[in-house]
């Protein structure tokens, strides 16, 4: 770690002292609008034509590039679906504004050849509430934050690490966690196909390939058959670039933070290939004990443009990875009492003395497509996405007994038991650590029709096809010294003396079949733009369980159980002027249950009363834009009934339990306000106040509850949730961020976030009186600094950044369960939320990181 401080050092002293004056140099600047709507487009790209250096334009447009005399004599502007327009700067000397660049959408351009303009959303056109994260964005404020975080600053969005393992962060959106936010990348969803969780670790390298990032709350625009209640994160990466050139990065930071980065591309050749290639790795120990991680990525495209008509691509990426985990939360009691403090992590221990992460998560699932893009005529076109993905891993645990090397903050002691093990005198294993294995197999085909009728209507329409097959299964990886396991679950054999990589405990296989379409009218003249689309799939499921049921036993196969599901959203869009727009939108679906509900009791038993949940959504907006200030406001509200849902939670000595909640309803209301304000060219600043009312409205009765092998353990005869808050994410956020160009190479950025009316989420074991309230967490805000300073490296441009996030090292909880205590008030007993008796997860305290890019 030394070493490669001292290499940056030496690189900015190098730097600083290198003859920059030598080199003429003169400033381009400008705005990248839509030629009809007049809107910014941020994130399109400007290139010195000729060569590697890039600017992306920002969330506002506008863009800045530095231009040596006589280096270029143009510019390339590019956007996905625009046109590329070439703008003379023959002759430069000093400085130049273009002012606004107007862009003409051309779907024929080698930038747009996937789905993603199928679900990116226009600001004054398409009727959501949206914001748009910009590479530029990205690129200076990521650090080692993960995809959800980076949203943390956008109305309606709760994101945290959780226990802080590396790719553990999640998200919720207007008070909905992420199986029911669609998540695209490059256009094609990513949601599992059982629950519709997704699982960020996944996708942990990829923010280095991002281009564009837009979440769009509510209803969305996603012109694909998957409905999404609190909202839409569409990722489109760098997929088909069309910039010559590439860069190196390296990186560092606290607790042995390691990243090193490659991307390279050939831009559009002459005889019409484009090639893109892209790495990393990145390692560390984590902010918290126990949490090494190691993660790498990679990518690839490659495109050709036949004609006028035709572009086909291939992509490719993925990012396998590796890292211990923090799995159970504690009470804020025990991190005080802890020596390690909030850093504390009972989930690992020793063995040989090697760490070994007792709790861990490992997985690699690649997603490969090929895109084909049509313009059949001037007037329609068919954009078609054939897509695979393969993925194997799980999370691991321990079952038995497992000894620690002290106290109870000490971590485990492995070689203990381990020695246990070799003493038993059958050989069967005392403790073993095992692994949840959730492989699967995945295809689709997405394919999007687009006909303009006229200059005022188009009419698109598309096929959503998947197969989904996963495999779940409990695997034994180290028995730690014993001979096996005995396990008798398996009903095919019923005295299994299991070794290292034998199946135990449960195993059975989900197979989704999804068949959806959808239509969608767009109409648009002068300041009106409005919608209507309609859409339905057919969700089919089937369950094979190869251990509760014989071979021979006709019912260790389901039929299929098939659920229609249907959705009915419009909205409109009308420009007052220039400076003032509203819109309306509203919608209705159905979708299919999840997997869990369909067959209860982790068995092929088939719910006879499974039936689709609903949603009723509406939402209205209004928006306001000059030249330095734009704003938006918004109200939503949005009921679920018949929701269906798997809910987690501990025992009370810290066993995890399951149970199946079904027929559940919640209405979530709110309204949302975010703007951005450039006073100056040198001065950004943007904010926002989003503020929720979500609450449950019905009990439940009759709850099941399974431990983590799926059995029966208990019962609950009901649970009194009505009216009560929705947990598990800050009802209310703010932010507030400043951008500031010091000079014309050094930019400073300071992010402010604001965190309240946090409720526990709750165990639903405890929820057993009427008017119960879970605990409230303590209200917080956090800072975050950044800073980027550019240069030449020669010839070579290069990037120095420094990031630091929780400057303050501010104590806070984020993320908290709440349970009851019955106690003694007077001569009753009251059943008590406090901070007592709830456990949490402390968030991260001050982390930081800094690397060197250098574009080539």
Do not use: C
């Not at 353990?713 to 009216?723: L, P, R, S, Y």
């Not at 703010?734 to 300071?750: C, H, N, P």
């Amino acid at each position: 770690m030394k070493q490669s401080l001292l290499v940056l050092v030496l690189l900015m002293l190098f730097t600083s002292l290198a003859p920059r004056d030598l080199y003429a140099q003169g400033t381009v600047t400008g705005k990248v609008v839509d030629v009809t709507t007049k809107e910014p487009l941020p994130g399109a790209t400007i290139i010195l034509k000729g060569t590697s250096q890039a600017v992306p334009a920002s969330a506002d447009g506008t863009f800045s590039i530095k231009v040596e005399d006589g280096s270029a004599s143009a510019l390339l502007v590019n956007f996905i679906g625009y046109i590329q327009k070439e703008i003379s700067i023959a002759g430069l000397k000093g400085s130049k504004n273009l002012g606004n660049i107007l862009l003409e959408p051309n779907t024929t351009s080698i930038n747009e050849v996937i789905v993603t303009a199928n679900s990116f959303a226009i600001e004054r056109e398409t009727p959501v509430a949206m914001s748009t994260i910009t590479s530029e964005i990205i690129t200076e404020k990521a650090s080692n934050q993960e995809f959800p975080e980076l949203l943390k600053s956008t109305p309606g969005v709760y994101a945290t690490k959780q226990g802080g393992g590396f790719g553990d962060s999640r998200i919720n959106v207007r008070g909905f966690s992420s199986e029911n936010v669609a998540v695209m990348i490059n256009g094609v969803p990513v949601n599992d196909m059982e629950n519709g969780s997704v699982y960020w670790s996944n996708w942990a390298g990829l923010t280095d390939l991002t281009r564009t990032m837009q979440v769009q709350r509510g209803l969305g625009a996603a012109k694909v058959a998957v409905p999404s209640l609190g909202g839409t994160v569409n990722i489109i990466t760098k997929t088909t670039d069309a910039t010559k050139g590439g860069s190196v990065f390296y990186g560092i930071g606290n607790d042995g933070y390691n990243k090193l980065s490659f991307a390279y591309s050939t831009g559009l050749t002459e005889n019409n290939w484009a090639f893109s290639v892209a790495g990393s790795k990145t390692e560390g120990d984590g902010w918290a004990e126990g949490l090494q991680f190691k993660g790498y990525n990679y990518f690839f495209n490659v495109s050709k443009l036949f004609n006028e008509k035709h572009t086909l691509s291939l992509t490719g990426f993925g990012a396998p990875q590796w890292h211990g985990q923090r799995q159970n939360r504690q009470l804020i009691q025990t991190f005080r009492n802890a020596p390690q403090g909030l850093k504390y992590n009972a989930d690992w221990g020793y063995l040989n003395g090697e760490v070994v992460n007792v709790e861990d998560n490992f997985y690699h699932k690649p997603q490969f497509s090929l895109n084909h893009y049509w313009t059949i005529d001037e007037t329609s076109s068919l954009s078609t996405a054939a897509y695979a993905s393969v993925g194997n891993g799980g999370g691991g645990g321990f079952a038995g007994s497992l000894l620690r090397t002290g106290n109870q903050f000490s971590p485990y002691d492995l070689d203990a038991t381990y020695d246990l093990n070799q003493a038993a005198a059958d050989g069967a294993a005392i403790g073993y650590l095992r692994a949840s294995r959730n492989n699967h197999n995945w295809y689709g085909v997405l394919s999007t029709y687009t006909k303009s009728l006229n200059d005022k209507f188009d009419l698109l329409g598309g096929l959503d096809m998947r197969y989904y097959k996963g495999m779940h299964y409990t695997e034994v990886t180290n028995l730690l010294g014993a001979d096996y396991v005995l396990d008798k679950t398996n009903k095919n054999n019923p005295v299994n003396r299991a070794k290292e990589g034998d199946k135990i405990s449960y195993y059975n296989d989900g197979i989704v079949l999804w068949e959806g379409g959808f239509l969608q009218g767009e109409y648009k003249t002068g300041p009106l733009a409005a919608f209507l689309s309609l859409s339905a799939s057919n969700t089919s499921y089937k369950r094979i369980d190869y251990f509760n049921y014989l071979d021979s036993d006709s019912q260790q196969e389901t039929d299929f159980q098939n659920f229609f599901g249907y959705q009915v959203k419009g909205g409109a869009n009308y420009n007052l002027n220039e400076s003032h727009n509203v819109f309306a939108n509203l919608g209705y679906f159905e979708k299919a249950p999840s997997f869990d509900a369909v067959f209860q009791n982790y068995r092929n038993d088939i719910n006879p009363d499974a039936e689709n949940q609903k949603i009723l959504s509406y939402e209205l907006g209004y928006g306001y834009r000059t030249a330095k200030l734009s704003a938006n406001i918004n109200v939503y509200s949005t009921t679920w009934k018949d929701r269906t849902f798997t809910k987690s939670f501990q025992g009370p000595n810290g066993t995890p339990f399951f149970a199946n909640l079904l027929g559940v309803n919640a209405r979530h209301e709110g309204v949302e306000l975010d703007f951005f304000y450039q006073p100056t060219t040198a001065i950004k600043l943007r904010g926002m106040v989003s503020v929720g009312d979500w609450r449950w409205l019905n009990n439940l009765k009759a709850v099941d509850i399974y431990d983590e092998q799926q059995n029966k353990v208990g019962f609950v005869n009901e649970i009194h949730m009505a009216n009560v808050k929705v947990g598990d994410a800050a009802q209310t956020t703010a932010s507030i961020g400043l951008d500031y160009q010091v000079v014309e190479d050094l930019k400073l950025g300071v992010d402010y976030n604001y965190y309240s009316d946090y409720y526990g989420d709750f165990d639903p074991t405890n929820l057993n009186v009427e008017g119960l309230t879970p605990w409230e967490a303590p209200t917080y805000g956090l800072v975050d600094m950044n800073a980027v300073f550019k240069f030449k490296l020669g010839s070579l441009s290069a990037s120095l950044y420094a990031n630091v996030n929780n400057l303050l090292n501010t104590e806070y909880i984020s993320d908290a369960r709440a349970t009851f205590d019955a106690r003694k008030v007077g001569d009753r007993t009251e059943y008590i939320s406090d901070a007592s008796n709830s456990t949490v997860f402390f968030g991260t305290g001050r982390t930081w990181t800094t690397g060197l890019k250098i574009n080539f």
